[in-house]
């Protein structure tokens, strides 16, 4: 869970700094949020190969190996942040690349730790999609709290940066909550159909598993989705009136938020082979 986490979030940062113009923002910010990105991905790839017998990359999984070219993207940046100004095309194309590669090893460690769902072909498009939702949140979500510190220094800087990834945040978790009610309606379809896993002799039902997991289901409902979509709205208004510190604590708070209900997402994955 805490590797599929990391890799959410080194590879959400990449990619949603790729969305932006790299030229408003101070490029220590940028050296500093893709260092950032770089130590988390190091973090889950040492961990890994410190539980294989060999320390070998190319005898490691894939999501291993996609983690080892992710922390290469993100030194590159570290070294790229200086020439924002001119190479701003080129910065965005290594961002965007390196934030792909870091979702895609986030969807394949979920999908290897997911238990037997009610159908393969369909929990399998619908973790990746969660993934690729989860990675939004998470990378604006920080990128926008890192940001609103740099504002503490970088007093020249425009609001535009921090607008943006606050328009990012708004809309992943939109997004994430529309995810929410299409994946509990179709899992609900899929499951009439569905054989009992091998665990439980009792059939997959999702009406069942809300019930039986409803702490969990509460961390994820109500304090990574809810939680984090009032704070984002809050974060719109700061920033509308250019209130940057403000925004910066607010985001604090809605960060822990929707690390809390992203990992509670993970373990529901583990459980049920199926996200919400």
């Given at each position: ?55 070998s990359i190319l ?12 922390a290469g993207g ?57 993934q690729v939702l ?143």
């Amino acid at each position: 869970m805490v590797a599929t986490l990391l890799y959410s979030i080194a590879g959400g940062m990449l990619a949603v700094l790729a969305t932006a113009r790299v030229e408003q923002i101070a490029w220590r910010f940028l050296r500093f949020a893709s260092f950032f990105a770089f130590g988390a991905a190091c973090v889950v790839v040492v961990w890994t190969l410190r539980a294989q017998a060999s320390w070998s990359i190319l005898s490691s999984d894939w999501p291993t190996q996609l983690g080892c070219l992710l922390a290469g993207g993100a030194i590159v940046v570290v070294f790229m942040a200086p020439m924002n100004e001119r190479r701003a095309g080129v910065l965005r194309v290594v961002c965007g690349i390196s934030g792909l590669i870091g979702v895609a090893a986030a969807c394949g460690t979920a999908v290897a730790a997911s238990a037997g769902g009610p159908d393969a072909s369909y929990a399998t498009p619908m973790i990746v999609i969660s993934q690729v939702l989860g990675a939004a949140v998470l990378g604006a979500i920080t990128v926008a709290w890192l940001l609103g510190h740099a504002y503490l220094t970088a007093t020249k800087m425009t609001i535009a940066p921090l607008r943006h990834f606050s328009r990012i945040l708004t809309w992943a978790i939109v997004a994430r909550i529309a995810f929410l009610l299409i994946s509990v309606g179709l899992a609900w379809w899929v499951g009439r159909d569905a054989q009992p896993l091998s665990a439980n002799p009792a059939p997959w039902n999702i009406v069942t598993l809300l019930y039986q997991s409803w702490l969990i289901v509460s961390l994820r409902v109500g304090v990574g989705l809810v939680g984090v979509g009032v704070f984002a709205f809050m974060v719109r208004d700061c920033v509308r009136l250019r209130a940057t510190q403000s925004a910066t604590g607010i985001l604090y708070f809605a960060s822990v938020f929707a690390y809390i209900g992203e990992l509670a997402c993970q373990q529901l994955i583990r459980e049920w082979g199926w996200p919400i």
